[in-house]
DNA sequence: TTTTAAAGTGCAATCGATTGCACTTTGGTG
DNA sequence: CACCAAAGTGCAATCGATTGCACTTTAAAA
């Protein structure tokens, strides 16, 4: 039977009738150690078939090269974009990334939290979920000093940087664009409040009707979750007004869809009756008859930035931190939901 | 300046006057601690703060309490789905789940492999690139007798468990579908075929023919690698034979739409001209006009039968294993692009 | 009253790689 | 020729939790 138990440094260093301390820093290229001696330690290392055993290895260096990502849903696309970026950067620069979804429950945020924290990640990338008020368990990694790094939902009580979108601009620039096409009665179909990135949708669509005189009509809100079905019974509510939109802007692309195919059953025509425009640039939006005129915003470029933050963070982890938000741009996808007598 | 180091299970059995085996065997429930010892030692560790450091316990016990996952995209629907499906059991068992995107790229593939079999993960769930034909970097986990499940692109010559959807099925069911429907020069637009998925999806569309009594036509038969672009090329080409095609059968949701978009560019009528049948449901396959009648696997349900099958072989490292193959169902779902006359 | 078994806790080796400090050898300079 | 500095390698402590085996105490049975 062949050798039962794992080959070691100690295996090696046995063989060459040298030291473990030797072997260890040959197999990292530590230039203390000559060029023949590398050599050799390589060769022998290969044809006994070592393998690291990073356990031990983290346990004395008290790092792990992980990366700890934290979000609602795995499979939104929007989110798996963001993981994608992430594991683009982490693998260049030699991290794993390790990935869990809190499926916006606070208790099921808070254990996986917990969890990631003993687990030794380097360093934590997060988006907290809908229902999200206390922070206690992230406040946890800033008090160790563990680098994290917020994305898309994030927390201004706890100092860290941050990656988000300017929300502010797209909500203003989804509603400019409306009342450029002629909107005049335009609604908003908006996501939950305690999270900063909907006021800032809401704050921006509200500003880009004051600044072109119109005044902002509270029937002609709306909030809920931004689930399918929470857009439909939106554009229900928003039709029974006595005064109806001609246009809405929606703080998601869910919504937005749901909206057409409503209104399409409904024979009410997108969008000559009435204008959509979505926010997050879904790849369905492309597709779809009419086709979503949307804000994009640049998931897998925010998973970069937030990957190339953290692993700066981490490798100067004792250097003063000073901490950035980074405000990625959003932009108006301009497609047929939004554009009357389009006839190309 | 508060304690700078942390907490361990010696400050604690110091603090109380006890061992730190009693700590270490109270905290973890033991059973042969009594109960007041254990209470005393769980109330004063969380007075202290402490926080277990896994590290430690991962080096000694040799396990991490890690799934490791690897798969082509992250960003992909199918893809992120399955992950969603094994995160989600993953957490109910007490397992993180390390995950790392090959991109199709075998130099990368093999790297992902050596870092995961380095970091120790327990178990290793795969779905290998397009061009993944050797497999060695994956016989090592079969040689150590790390626990590796399979599942979508699987690898026949590696001994493990296999989650596949019934592509043979699919492509059966697909084919019939378009044949009940009145088609008669049927093309198929297929994958690379060193990937046992696309070859028996080709297989059922070929067996369905002939059963049909209609023979195959090799000109109708496109491969590629099933890119937006593929499917672009893929159509122009069926399109410049002297037979034209009456229907096609899309090994994949993608170069369907592309199928689709590319007709509707050339006023070639979706479905009353050709008609079109693609393959794994994608969510634009729904909104897209017309909608795409496709066969449709269940990701989320693969994500979740794989990591079952390898927490339990984890679990029971030490019994022998019965491999299996479980095949999912594939179930075909009839939308506009296959079904001519559909006025309501 | 003595002996034995069970309950409960303690000792310290262990896992395997890293790395600060120590030691030896060699070559160059005064 | 002697001294010093640099190159190269070695020693062994360390990280923190786990756990096999040992020891003590207590209670029950003979």
Redesign the pocket.
């Known amino acids: 039977m062949e050798k039962r138990?794992?080959t070691?440094?100690?295996d090696i260093?046995r063989e060459l009738?040298?030291?473990?301390?030797?072997?260890?820093?040959a197999?990292?290229n530590?230039?203390?150690?000559?060029?023949?001696?590398?050599k050799l330690i390589e060769k022998t290392a290969k044809a006994m078939g070592?393998?690291?055993?990073?356990?031990?290895?983290n346990?004395?260096?008290?790092r792990t090269n992980t990366i700890g990502v934290m979000l609602p849903l795995i499979n939104r696309h929007f989110f798996s974009s963001v993981i994608s970026g992430i594991e683009e950067v982490a693998y260049d620069q030699g991290f794993t990334v390790t990935i869990s979804q809190s499926n916006d429950n606070f208790e099921k945020e808070t254990k996986i939290a917990q969890t990631l924290f003993s687990n030794r990640v380097d360093g934590l990338i997060v988006s907290i979920g809908m229902q999200t008020t206390n922070y206690d368990h992230l406040k946890l990694f800033a008090e160790k000093k563990v680098p994290l790094v917020f994305f898309d939902r994030v927390v201004d009580k706890i100092k860290a940087h941050k990656i988000i979108v300017d929300d502010y601009r797209g909500g203003f620039k989804a509603a400019s664009h409306l009342i450029e096409q002629g909107g005049k009665r335009i609604a908003h179909i908006g996501g939950p409040l305690n999270l900063k990135i909907y006021q800032d949708r809401l704050s921006g669509y509200k500003d880009a009707l004051e600044k072109a005189g119109i005044p902002v009509n509270e029937s002609m809100l709306v909030h809920n979750s931004l689930t399918r079905e929470d857009g439909t019974n939106a554009i229900k509510r928003l039709l029974q007004n006595p005064e109806k939109p001609d246009a809405i802007f929606c703080a998601n692309d869910t919504t937005a869809l749901s909206v057409i195919l409503y209104l399409r059953k409904k024979g009410i025509k997108v969008p000559d009756d009435i204008m959509v425009v979505g926010f997050s640039n879904e790849p369905f939006s492309e597709v779809v008859t009419p086709s979503i005129s949307t804000i994009k915003q640049p998931g897998f470029e925010m998973g970069k930035k937030a990957a190339e933050l953290l692993i700066k963070q981490i490798k100067q982890k004792d250097k003063p931190v000073r901490y950035k938000t980074l405000v990625m741009p959003t932009e108006l996808v301009i497609r047929e939901s939004s554009v009357k007598n389009r006839n190309k």
């Open positions: 138990s794992e070691t440094i100690h260093a009738n040298i030291s473990a301390s030797t072997v260890s820093r197999l990292n530590n230039p203390i150690i000559s060029e023949p001696t590398r070592y393998r690291p055993n990073i356990l031990a290895a346990f004395r260096t008290k």
